[in-house]
């Protein structure tokens, strides 16, 4: 079965971060998440001990590409070393998001790798039951997507 649109794989992703108490139901948009700090605060929901991470990320940066970058930069990273060090997984076949262009331009397909890192942390971490349940509660039209991003 081949993969939905990297546009439909970020939106249902989006969905999927609204779900999350830290951001209290509120939905965003791609270029909301550019500057990393929502991400920030969901990782840090699903490992706190982790991904305490907003004292080393810029706030306040408005349209400043160059600080949105630093910011998913130091994301990525942190992202990439609870990968190898907690949860012991390879991701060398994995495409690795671009930080410049989500930060830059609000890349949808380089967001969606981004947050499919995010779900990946999610789905296996120490409350993995608690996330798959909102995996599953996702509406029925966003349902089929959030498959093909799981299995991915």
Not at 93 to 99: A, G, N, T
Not at 110 to 127: I, K, M, N, P
Request: proline fraction near 3%; charged fraction near 25%.
């Amino acid at each position: 079965m081949p993969l939905d649109s990297a546009t439909d794989i970020c939106d249902s992703l989006l969905v999927w971060i609204s779900t999350f108490e830290v951001v209290g139901g509120e939905s965003y948009s791609a270029d909301d998440l550019t500057n990393g700090l929502v991400i920030s605060s969901v990782l840090n929901e699903i490992a706190p001990a982790w991904f305490d991470l907003r004292d080393g990320l810029k706030e306040n940066i408005n349209d400043n590409w160059r600080l949105k970058v630093s910011n998913l930069r130091k994301l990525k990273n942190a992202i990439m070393d609870y990968y190898q060090e907690v949860l012991e997984l390879d991701l060398v076949e994995f495409p690795m998001p671009d930080c410049n262009l989500v930060g830059e331009r609000a890349d949808e397909e380089h967001l969606g790798r981004l947050l499919q890192l995010v779900l990946g942390c999610a789905v296996h971490c120490d409350e993995k039951e608690e996330h798959i349940k909102k995996i599953w509660a996702w509406k029925s039209t966003s349902r089929p997507v959030s498959c093909s991003v799981f299995r991915s």
